[in-house]
């Protein structure tokens, strides 16, 4: 199919008739969706019939079993051939429709309501099949939160870790033990050249953390050196040096030694008093999941220092005379709004500068009072405050959201998730 397109069109139309398109689409997938689990109804399931021969973990049953769930053979090879698709294709995709429409129900009515992608709701219904019923339920409620912005927490497998500490917490023992047991670091020497090798490692959390601190800092010290490299490659020349103690030595005589000489880890822990009385107790880490409290403590006395901030209260709406926001107001707002909040970024607010919605005027050159405060302050990764300050951009803070407005005219909201 052809599409064709009269001319002379301008960038509204486009921007217009791209976002229809894309909405047709999500439409079709989610009715694709419906016609797979439509179609299993059709071919009823008895003692004699063939079972599809790969399906994930049993979507019935009480608890989690080893096999399938009641999906005929038959159902799976029509629906492929229908498709134009191979057999495990199909069953990929019938699995997934009966995974999403029985066990995650939020998630499923919000694919059928327009409000979440289906290749989005599907990337779930992969990670729920072995979890027992409280499990899954627990991740369809938290992935329903962001799915109703068309949205799924960055990291879904610390969800269901999350979720079999909550619900499973033997399971989840088991499998954090099973992790550990399974640390490794494997080098691949044969890469497309004779110049670079790959290699891949498995560690420890707290070792992972604190091997990143050194070789950025490393990284750091060859920059102001006057190593010029991208600081990619300068992290790889870091990581190499780590082989060669006296290498290192040699490379920084007479700077000072980089900052970290003890645990460089940074962790952003929340707990709350909830988190204290179920189970075992779990926190929750910014951007690496969660954990019990015995992890955690195991943790804490690996480490070196420990800094503890007390509550802090995010309806906060105290104003300042000062271009720079204090420590309390910049974790107010990267608490406050998770992610850069231009349309669709993804990018950690931790990452991101802090923009002036209404840009900073110099109160010597007659600027308001009180322009720094939480209403009048974003997260904005640096690609999008550069739009937003040199490319026709611009936005304001309405309600707990944001309303952007393109230079084309075109309006867009987007509505920040608060980190738990």
């Not at 439409?27 to 797979?36: I, K, P, S, T, V």
């Not at 129900?105 to 709701?121: D, I």
């Not at 992790?179 to 707290?206: I, K, N, S």
């Not at 999008?384 to 944001?402: F, I, P």
Request: charged content about 25%.
């Amino acid at each position: 199919m052809t599409t064709t397109i009269a001319a002379p069109l301008e960038v509204h139309d486009v921007l217009l008739a791209a976002a229809e398109a894309r909405r047709t689409a999500d439409r079709a997938e989610a009715d694709l969706l419906g016609w797979a689990v439509h179609l299993v109804a059709l071919h009823p399931v008895d003692d004699d019939t063939a079972m599809a021969s790969w399906v994930p973990t049993s979507l019935l049953d009480d608890e989690p079993v080893a096999g399938s769930p009641s999906i005929a053979d038959q159902a799976v090879a029509a629906l492929g051939a229908a498709l134009d698709v191979s057999y495990r294709s199909a069953v990929a995709l019938v699995s997934d429709a009966w995974e999403l429409q029985q066990r995650l129900p939020r998630l499923w009515e919000l694919v059928q309501s327009g409000h979440l992608q289906a290749w989005r709701a599907r990337r779930v219904a992969q990670h729920t099949t072995t979890l027992s019923p409280a499990a899954v339920a627990f991740v369809d409620r938290h992935a329903a939160v962001l799915g109703r912005r068309n949205r799924l927490p960055a990291n879904l497998p610390a969800l269901v870790h999350e979720a079999l500490l909550r619900c499973d917490p033997e399971i989840a023992e088991g499998r954090e033990e099973a992790a550990l047991t399974h640390r490794d670091v494997v080098f691949d020497l044969q890469g497309e050249t004779a110049a670079t090798a790959t290699m891949t490692a498995t560690l420890d959390l707290l070792d992972a953390v604190d091997l990143d601190a050194a070789v950025s800092d490393l990284a750091g010290s060859m920059g102001r050196l006057g190593d010029t490299s991208p600081l990619g490659v300068r992290r790889a020349h870091a990581l190499g040096l780590l082989a060669h103690p006296q290498r290192a030595l040699d490379v920084f005589a007479g700077e000072a030694p980089p900052r970290r000489q003890q645990s460089g880890a940074t962790l952003y822990l929340h707990v709350s008093a909830a988190d204290l009385t179920e189970h075992a107790g779990v926190g929750r880490l910014e951007g690496l999941g969660s954990a019990t409290l015995d992890r955690l403590a195991d943790w804490l006395a690996r480490v070196d220092r420990v800094s503890v901030r007390p509550v802090l209260d995010l309806n906060r709406s105290d104003t300042l005379d000062r271009h720079d926001p204090p420590g309390w107001l910049r974790e107010l707002v990267v608490l406050r709004d998770g992610h850069c909040v231009f349309p669709g970024c993804p990018v950690d607010s931790r990452s991101c500068d802090l923009d002036h919605i209404r840009p900073y005027r110099d109160p010597d050159d007659g600027g308001p009072p009180g322009q720094t405060g939480p209403a009048n302050l974003a997260p904005l990764c640096r690609r999008h405050h550069g739009l937003k300050t040199h490319a026709g951009w611009h936005y304001r803070r309405d309600g707990t959201g944001y309303a952007w407005t393109s230079p084309d005219g075109l309006t867009y909201r987007t509505d920040p998730i608060r980190r738990e």
